[in-house]
């Protein structure tokens, strides 16, 4: 079992920056990929970044730019560093796990998921 917990999401006006944090514990030792995922209100969920265990990344075209993925293998936490917020950016944020640490870092089988993070941009 993995257990997922987020923090960093907030209230922050259009231009400001937010980080957040995903912090894996449980079976995590042999490595994974990482994702975050957002889901605004009447809208699909997206992946909006991505990394595997060889430092591959995946970035959706919304974000590229603005928004960037690390991790720290030495705490087990990812991060999500999210510039130039905008309102289009407003939504809940996940991570999830995948087990497969070279699966691709877009669309990997993420079989584990955090109870999600609420971020809004105000304009």
């Known amino acids: 079992q993995v257990q997922l917990v987020e923090s960093g999401g907030g209230l922050v006006q259009a231009g400001g920056s937010l980080r957040l944090s995903c912090a894996a514990s449980?079976?995590?030792?042999?490595?994974?990929?990482m994702g975050w995922f957002r889901q605004a209100p009447g809208k699909e969920r997206e992946q909006v970044a991505g990394i595997n265990w060889s430092g591959g990344t995946y970035y959706a075209d919304s974000v590229k730019g603005r928004f960037t993925i690390s991790r720290d293998n030495a705490k087990n936490t990812v991060y999500l560093q999210m510039n130039s917020l905008k309102p289009d950016d407003t939504a809940a944020y996940y991570c999830?796990?995948?087990?497969?640490?070279?699966?691709?870092?877009?669309?990997?089988?993420?079989?584990?998921w955090g109870q999600g993070t609420q971020v809004t941009v105000s304009s």
């Open positions: 449980g079976r995590t030792f042999n490595g994974y990929t």
């Open positions: 999830a796990y995948s087990s497969d640490r070279f699966a691709p870092p877009r669309g990997a089988a993420y079989g584990y």
